[in-house]
């Protein structure tokens, strides 16, 4: 997987920054008063810099740079805006200016007595992140002729053997037992980053205080991987695989395969992918770090890929579909980060992991398909096929689990981003405490979310002539209708929410702590959820 810059901390007094190569980064407060240590002549140049309009104009945590300065080795120096009493969201903000800017060589950031480290050093990290697996090297592309040089291949990036994750007709490798880890091959060479060293006061409280963001940053990298993964890659094998790897980290990892699902009811579920050569299979992930408390349950649409089936998308933007495990990736993403900072929790995710595709065994609209809970569902469009597939996995959690409360995730619906765009995820609740537990962690951690509402009037919509229920309401209120389908499968009396991320998994341009592509969104607020709401004090 991709990993966070590796970030260390050194002392600041008596640095020499005149040595520093690279780039200088210089955190700065309203007095602007810049660090002992600077020649003169930078200094001269620095001042009229932070004297200057532009710098007065500067929003808080907004970058002002300047190349090549006099007195430096370094080749740039970037001065930050960091007011006093800065928030996390406005210290992670400076931090994402630096990471935006940090290329690949040494990074120098000297920080103020005051300045908020950890939530800087997190802020960098998070968007310093890059995908480039299958990018073929420049050391390639200069050694050999054009013609030479080989494309990218996914395969050599697999962590599964499975043989539908290769991408030619090359000879299958028989799979590993579904409930057993496969061989991992050793994973491929990162590639290069910067070095970054923070100069500070107290480089040991530092570190020890960047521990946790380091831990959330690698959740949110490993989500972020998991949605950039394409389709042949990420097959539900595949991925079911790289979950099972995380036992390494503590995680209890068990996965369930077509036959036990069939022997559970899982109906709904099966439908969705019984048109795809992938395997259906549903993984559940358990972290026990607290006491003898029922677990908090979190669940996660894991689509690899979606066409639509029989009832097929347009082409144009089916590429990326590849999104629409996007739940299933937060799910996961958050339980890696809970391992890594040995949470005092007991939470268990669970994951949907199917394939949407058309083919002659594939589910059609017009289907009646009976649920885990006992219910039957009137298929009237294959593309409405998440809600399908949380319907068994929510009946299943609460049936095994008896969690405490459950939050479900899943790009679910074009509708929300018709009303809410790309800058707030939709949810949807049973429960007000919990809403509102959602909406503040939400807030602290920096993303967006909105909640909107359920009412019985909207059962309407769903009402079939022909079953208990039918998967889709049509255009209107098209969101607060999948709400209601997943609502009638979660147990009177268990506090549950659901999160419509369809908007913000994959936005179409870059997000303050993202690049352009997708943003993990989702895995800082439901940590901070847990640390407030279910770790123990």
């Known amino acids: 997987m991709t990993h966070p810059v590796e970030i260390r901390f050194q002392p600041l007094a008596d640095a020499d920054l005149s040595a520093r190569s690279g780039r200088l980064v210089l955190v700065l407060d309203d007095r602007a008063q810049l660090p002992k240590g600077l020649p003169q002549a930078t200094r001269k140049a620095l001042g009229r810099a932070v004297a200057a309009k532009a710098w007065a104009d500067l929003k808080p945590g907004a970058a002002m740079e300047i190349a090549f300065p006099a007195g430096l080795a370094a080749e740039a120096v970037q001065l930050i805006r960091l007011p006093r009493g800065a928030d996390a969201a406005l210290a992670r903000k400076a931090g994402a200016a630096i990471g935006a800017r940090m290329g690949k060589g040494e990074v120098t950031v000297v920080c103020g007595a005051r300045c908020p480290v950890s939530e800087l050093t997190l802020g960098l990290a998070l968007r310093g992140y890059e995908f480039s697996a299958y990018k073929s090297s420049p050391q390639a592309d200069e050694t050999k002729p054009a013609e030479d040089v080989p494309a990218a291949e996914p395969q050599s990036v697999t962590h599964g053997t499975a043989p539908e994750a290769r991408l030619s007709d090359a000879a299958a490798v028989e799979p590993a037992p579904a409930d057993e880890p496969q061989d991992q091959p050793a994973e491929p060479p990162q590639p290069e980053k910067a070095r970054v060293t923070v100069l500070c006061d107290d480089p040991e409280a530092a570190a020890r205080d960047a521990q946790s963001g380091a831990a959330l940053a690698e959740g949110v990298f490993f989500t972020r991987d998991l949605v950039n993964e394409p389709a042949n890659v990420l097959t539900t094998t595949d991925f079911a695989d790289r979950l099972l790897a995380m036992r390494e980290l503590g995680l209890e990892v068990e996965v369930l395969v077509e036959e036990e699902l069939t022997r559970l009811g899982m109906r709904a579920l099966l439908a969705v992918g019984q048109g795809s050569e992938s395997p259906s299979k549903v993984v559940v992930m358990r972290w026990q770090g607290g006491g003898e408390e029922a677990p908090f349950a979190l669940v996660g649409k894991g689509v690899v890929f979606d066409t639509g089936g029989i009832s ?95 939050v479900n995730l899943a790009t679910l619906t074009g509708a929300v981003i ?19 537990d959602l909406l503040k962690a939400a807030d602290v951690a920096g993303e967006g979310l909105w909640r909107l509402p359920l009412a019985p009037a909207y059962d309407d919509l769903i009402k079939s002539r022909l079953a208990d229920m039918k998967n889709s309401g049509g255009r209107p209120a098209g969101s607060i ?57």
């Open 312 to 406: 097929i998308k347009p082409a144009q933007g089916m590429e990326e579909m590849t999104m629409d495990m996007g739940g299933a990736g937060v799910v996961a993403g958050v339980m890696r980060t809970l391992a890594l900072r040995r949470a005092r929790a007991n939470v268990v995710g669970l994951v949907g992991l199917v394939e949407n595709m058309p083919d002659g065994r594939a589910q059609r609209p017009g289907d009646i398909v009976r649920s885990m809970k006992g219910d039957t569902i009137e298929v009237v469009n294959t593309d409405a096929e998440g809600r399908m597939v949380l319907a068994d996995v929510l009946w299943y959690a609460q049936d095994r689990f008896q969690p405490a409360a459950v």
């Open 418 to 436: 018709i009303a809410l765009g790309h800058d707030k995820a939709g949810l949807f609740s049973n429960d007000d405490g919990l809403a509102g």
């Open 481 to 537: 209708t999948a709400a209601q389908f997943l609502q009638r499968f979660i147990r009177k009396g268990t506090p549950w929410a659901h999160l419509d991320i369809a908007g913000v998994t994959l936005p179409p341009g870059e997000t303050t702590l993202a690049p352009k592509g997708p943003t993990g969104w989702g895995v800082m607020t439901l940590d901070r959820l847990i640390r407030d709401r279910f770790e123990a004090k």
